[in-house]
């Protein structure tokens, strides 16, 4: 028998890998058809992540813009078309949008940091009894600060694409931890602030003893299987050796 390995191997497809691929084939498609729309160049469109999550609401400010997300990828996001209100105000003399009539659903591609903003929104009604809308509460963020604000939950890869927009200098081989603490040193001034995001970000994230028990156990795992005829199973070496060089860069 042949050493398992991803030579003669079919990967599982989950439904966030179909949507991933479905988002990733759309950016694709919209690239080839008119490359004006990433000025920056196609792999730009990672930015999308920045949006946040379902049912917050981003606008493009150099063509007026407002969507509200219905579901956000890799490469691009899907999302509801809003228009203003005409006529309508928040009870504190804000902006209310509500969905637009005419192709609502359609894919967006962020490709530029600052022509996009977060819009901070709650549900209301424009009348006793509806229909619904939804208010501006306070003014418009950055994508960045926004996603701060909500708890910032990037990858190492996300991480290091975002500093290297911003132009900051930073250690390929940092933990997530050193990464995010480097974005908030760019986007927030007082230590006050500061506290209150790790505060979020930890909310986010597993708890380090936690971590380094998924760790421990996943080692203890890799041994048994190589125990069960797989002695220099390459897969299996590849996984210890990730292992032990994220509980290096762990160590103080």
């Not at 819009?119 to 009348?127: E, L, N, Q, W």
């Not at 701060?148 to 900051?168: E, F, P, R």
């Not at 979020?200 to 971590?211: F, G, I, Q």
Request: overall charge negative; proline content about 5%; glycine content about 6%.
């Amino acid at each position: 028998m042949k050493t398992k390995s991803k030579q003669h191997t079919w990967p599982a497809t989950t439904q966030q890998m179909e949507w991933q691929q479905v988002v990733a084939t759309q950016w694709f498609l919209n690239y080839m058809e008119d490359e004006s729309r990433f000025p920056l160049g196609p792999s730009t469109a990672w930015l999308s992540v920045l949006a946040g999550s379902s049912g917050e609401v981003v606008a493009r400010q150099s063509t007026g813009e407002i969507i509200l997300i219905l579901a956000v990828g890799s490469f691009g996001l899907v999302a509801w078309d809003l228009e203003l209100a005409p006529g309508v105000r928040s009870a504190a003399g804000m902006s209310v949008f509500r969905p637009y009539k005419h192709n609502s659903i359609r894919f967006h591609h962020i490709t530029e940091l600052t022509d996009w903003v977060s819009v901070p929104v709650r549900a209301g009604f424009s009348g006793p009894h509806g229909p619904l809308h939804l208010e501006q509460t306070s003014a418009a963020l950055s994508l960045p600060l926004a996603r701060i604000h909500a708890g910032l939950n990037l990858t190492c890869k996300q991480c290091h694409d975002l500093l290297a927009l911003l132009k900051v200098d930073f250690r390929k081989n940092s933990s997530r931890a050193q990464l995010h603490a480097l974005i908030l040193d760019v986007f927030l001034e007082t230590e006050e602030e500061k506290e209150e995001a790790r505060q979020k970000m930890a909310a986010c994230l597993l708890p380090p003893a936690e971590e380094e028990d998924d760790d421990t156990d996943m080692e203890e795992l890799l041994e048994q299987l190589e125990d069960l005829d797989n002695q220099g199973d390459p897969e299996i070496q590849q996984a210890k050796k990730k292992i032990k060089q994220k509980k290096k860069r762990q160590l103080p």
